[in-house]
């Protein structure tokens, strides 16, 4: 079963764009195109089980100033 992009041919990745508090993403599955419009499904790293270490750097580094 393929779904309705693959069969159209649209380029698209089917992970999940990670998106950091530092504007860095990264993606769930190994991707050469890091960019928005090619995954349905995005989310803030905050959103992630277990929290995201950039977070932990960022509110060591606002406890610090």
């Not at 950091?20 to 905050?46: A, K, P, Q």
Request: glycine share 10%.
């Amino acid at each position: 079963m393929e779904c309705r992009s693959c069969l159209s041919g649209v380029d698209h990745c089917h992970g999940t764009l990670v998106v950091h508090e530092n504007g860095d993403v990264d993606c769930t599955e190994v991707c050469y195109d890091l960019g928005e419009v090619r995954h349905r499904l995005s989310i803030s790293c905050t959103e992630i089980d277990g929290g995201c270490a950039c977070v932990v750097v960022a509110e060591e580094y606002a406890r610090a100033s």
